[in-house]
């Protein structure tokens, strides 16, 4: 556990005892005897080290308790030099500006998962039409989890493959846009693959006795069989 000396000497931005022990002009390893020993301190050198951090002697030699947290520093200092109602004003303001932060990291959170979704629907439209083109027949018999994996294993062979840092740190970011966007439904023994883009559902069933891939168009309540 750090000592109040240790402690004292950061707040004071001092970051290493060799930088304070040269501006306190005292050999570096006197120096180290007293942050690990501060019972050892010479009185003198106590009273010292009480007014260059401007506090009380008993903090210095370890008779007082440290305080829980960081030692106050300026900032504390100050504000406990205000009246009572500037404090309170204070207060208020710090309440305010606390609330808009958080306020600002949502709306921040919300665009950068707008922005991963817009990423992630369109990479799947490429994909899925990589996917019509090279292996048609992989809609016999899929599930929404086997295109579900399907889709993530071409994230990371596109990352690789075309160095694309954005894809490679982001599958997992992706992935979870993906999820947000799709479900799987049951209707009348149709498998449906539901994606969500902006608002807009595309529907994608699957017939789950044939295992035949199919368009469905909802306003017209069909499914034709894709070609």
């Given amino acids: 556990m750090a000592s109040a000396l240790q402690e004292l000497r950061k707040v004071a931005g ?25 019972e050892k301190i010479p009185l003198p050198v106590a009273w010292r080290f009480a007014d260059m951090f401007s506090v009380p002697i008993d ?17 504390q200092a100050r504000y406990d030099a205000l009246a009572p109602e500037y404090r309170a004003m204070l207060d208020s303001y710090l309440e305010f500006l606390t609330q ?32 019509d083109r090279e292996r048609p027949d992989f809609y016999l018999g899929a599930t929404a989890a086997d295109l579900r994996e399907a889709f993530r294993n071409y994230l990371a062979e596109r990352a690789d493959e075309r160095q694309e840092l954005e894809v490679r740190n982001s599958i997992d970011a992706i992935m979870d846009a993906y999820d947000r966007a799709h479900q799987e439904l049951d209707l009348g023994g149709f498998r449906v693959f539901t994606r969500t883009v902006d608002g807009s559902a595309l529907r994608e069933p699957l017939d789950a006795g044939r295992g035949v891939y199919v368009e469905y168009d909802g306003s017209k309540g069909v499914a034709p069989e894709k070609e």
Wanted: charged share 35%.
């Fill in 14 to 38: 001092y970051r290493t005892a060799k930088e304070f022990a040269a501006a306190a002009e005292i050999p570096l390893t006197t120096y180290a005897r007293y942050e690990s020993s501060p």
């Fill in 59 to 75: 903090l210095i030699v370890g008779r007082s308790e440290q305080p829980e947290g960081p030692i106050r520093g300026e900032v």
């Fill in 100 to 131: 808009k932060n958080a306020d600002e990291a949502r709306r921040a959170a919300r665009r950068e998962e707008r922005r991963i979704a817009a990423v992630c629907a369109r990479l799947e439209d490429v994909f899925l039409a990589e996917l």
